[in-house]
């Protein structure tokens, strides 16, 4: 799987908007990318995932960029409850491939949201 | 609609015991994964599970084995508990057909081997 490299952590004010970063130099041309986040002491939660296109939902948005070698979830305006470690993950959109749809985490980022 | 559901959510282990992990689900999901989570790590797959009968490993298998008799349960077992076993398990399905569908995870089971 192509790899991807996120900050270690990152920290935002209540109301305002966060951008978090992820770069995948490396990614192919069938690779999607995916964002989960993990809030504490709960299992990961999917955010949103897109191929070439932003794309937008009710949780955050995913600005790619137009090389597809990075991107950024953008949450509009975050809250005491989007702290949490918030994963980039690279998956293989080849429906023959071997994958077999699995997610290779990374560190993540973690993210901190002051009041 | 419960999504997927692990118990126990805690369990202590001596050395060399065995205990079985519980995942069920109720979203009539194919594909179902086993994670473990290291103390501020990432997630790792152990075994995965393509539909009834049907398992397969992943990248860190020694030590579990799972079972797959219906679409809704997906079991994993310890069957020697070692220290290297003390980790946060996580059970996950995957929606719909496409590589690309969403995990839908549980809030794992935290288990300590002593």
């Known amino acids: 799987d192509a790899k991807t490299t996120q900050p270690n952590s990152m920290e935002s004010n209540e109301e305002e908007p966060v951008h978090l970063p992820c770069n995948h130099s490396?990614?192919?041309?069938?690779?999607?990318i995916h964002w989960y986040r993990q809030l504490p002491s709960q299992g990961p939660e999917y955010v949103i995932h897109g191929l070439t296109s932003n794309v937008n939902n009710r949780m955050a948005s995913l600005a790619i960029a137009e090389d597809r070698k990075s991107s950024t979830l953008i949450l509009h305006r975050a809250t005491l409850r989007d702290a949490a470690v918030y994963y980039c993950i690279l998956r293989d959109g080849n429906a023959g491939g071997t994958s077999y749809g699995k997610l290779t985490f990374g560190q993540g980022t973690i993210l901190t949201v002051h009041p | 609609n419960a999504g997927v559901t692990q118990t126990p959510k805690f369990r202590i282990l001596k050395i060399g015991q065995s205990m079985t992990l519980q995942c069920t689900q109720d979203m009539n999901h194919n594909y179902m994964y086993w994670y473990r989570q290291d103390p501020g790590m990432g997630l790792k797959l152990i075994y995965y599970?393509?539909?009834?009968?049907?398992?397969d490993k992943g990248e860190v298998p020694n030590g579990y084995n799972v079972s797959r008799s219906t679409t809704e349960d997906f079991p994993l077992r310890l069957e020697l508990a070692a220290p290297s076993q003390t980790s946060v398990y996580f059970c996950?399905?995957?929606?719909?057909?496409?590589?690309?569908?969403?995990?839908?995870f549980g809030n794992g089971t935290r288990l300590t081997v002593t």
């Open positions: 599970s393509v539909g009834a009968g049907i398992t």
């Open positions: 490396t990614i192919s041309g069938t690779d999607y």
């Open positions: 996950a399905t995957r929606e719909g057909s496409s590589y690309n569908s969403p995990l839908h």
